[in-house]
């Protein structure tokens, strides 16, 4: 994965960027279409840094009317709340050692290249793990290179 594609975490004054471990696009049979992007665990010396919550991974799911990945190359999704009530599930989370909401996700996506697609995404988790943000919540954004399969 290109070293300059990271998930990047605010909250509390500090900034924490995690390299991408994986980036994947998937079409399910329901005529939606998912991302999952994860990020690495931070090491030092060979042994993992508490990070606050560990490496991140953000879902979304959203319908997408196209039989073609090539649609969605130069265009954005706005998924404004984490939680569907119309279907009864998360469209989009964000894992930080338990799932919590990732509402405001904005998703742009660049031109489909070889089986890859880029990515920029945006988005907040109200929700804290710890319970020590209660008010900022945690700010995601970063890119990656989406592979699709």
Not at 130 to 135: A, L, S, Y
Request: aromatic letters at 10%; a negative charge.
């Amino acid at each position: 994965m290109d070293s300059e594609h990271k998930i990047t975490l605010t909250y509390s004054n500090r900034e924490t960027s995690f390299k991408i471990s994986s980036a994947v696009i998937w079409r399910n049979s329901d005529s939606s279409v998912c991302i999952e992007i994860e990020g690495e665990d931070i090491k030092f010396d060979g042994n993992n840094i508490d990070s606050a919550y560990g490496a991140p991974m953000i879902n979304a799911t959203w319908k997408f009317s196209s039989d073609s990945f090539e649609a969605l190359s130069k265009t954005k999704v706005f998924i404004p709340e984490s939680y569907d009530p119309e279907i009864e599930d998360h469209v989009s989370t964000l894992y930080l050692s338990e799932h919590l909401d990732f509402d405001e996700c904005n998703l742009s996506f660049g031109e489909l290249k070889e089986g890859t697609i880029p990515i920029t995404f945006s988005g907040i988790s109200p929700s804290d793990p710890t319970g020590t943000e209660p008010d900022e919540g945690i700010k995601v954004s970063g890119s990656a290179i989406l592979t699709i399969q």
